[in-house]
């Protein structure tokens, strides 16, 4: 299912290799390998087929991203690899998978408050993405963190081309989760801590109303007087919870798989 782009390396050999040798760009590798860490761990990933991304921190028109070939729970901080809008890797050994060049690479550009974009094919979430009618209902508390965030993008094929990416960046919009049908999920945020505390309460949200439809009985909406206003109770608080939420994965990384580190 997963292909490899295609790329010219020439830039790798012309910049400075010390360019992105910076504090700020290996906290963000680092961050970004316990995020693909903790989502192997909780079932998130698919195959070599799913891809995290971020816009290197200083550098605006380059993201880091996922190599192609490697699982989730397989990577490192210093496997990941830095590529350009234009196709380049810049940094790196491995190419990255087409898709997560033509759909990452588009959505940065086209969203600049996309510093981070992060596509699975998380089962619960990738559920509700395949029925008729809104795939997130505004029935648990979990989910209304979501309310007046979601977009829903109809399926159009693989992303084999600019022209791809550049039509799921349009479907995104202003929002910050976007349910692309018959496909998966991708999340984009300012930070990597509150993409991956939306990535991951989104499939907690999408879990429990999977499990809720099973019974067989109608779900029971919360009124969208109540809805907004718990959204922004929950919006009050700031992205604290997002920073400490990554913390504590890496905390729990240290222990079991101290090599993404490396």
Known sequence: MAHSLAVDDTARHEI?????DTPKVRQACVDLAACFRMAARLGMEEGICNHFSAVVPGFDDCFIVNPFGL?????????LIICDFDGRVLKGDRPPEITAYFIHARVHRSLPRARVAFHTHMPYATSLALVEGQPLQWAGQTALKFYGRTAVDDFNGLALDAREGDRIAAAIGDADVVFMRNHGVMVVGKTIAEAWNDLYYLERACEVQVLAESTG?????VPPELAAATYAQMRSGGSESAVQHLASIK????KTDPDYLL
């Not at 989730?72 to 901080?77: G, K, L, N, P, T």
């Not at 009985?217 to 909406?221: D, N």
């Not at 905390?251 to 240290?254: G, I, K, T, Y």
């Open 16 to 20: 400075d290799p010390g360019l992105f």
């Open 71 to 79: 699982a989730f729970d397989e990577i490192r901080a210093s496997d």
């Open 217 to 221: 009985r109608k779900l029971s909406p």
């Open 251 to 254: 905390r729990r990384l240290l």
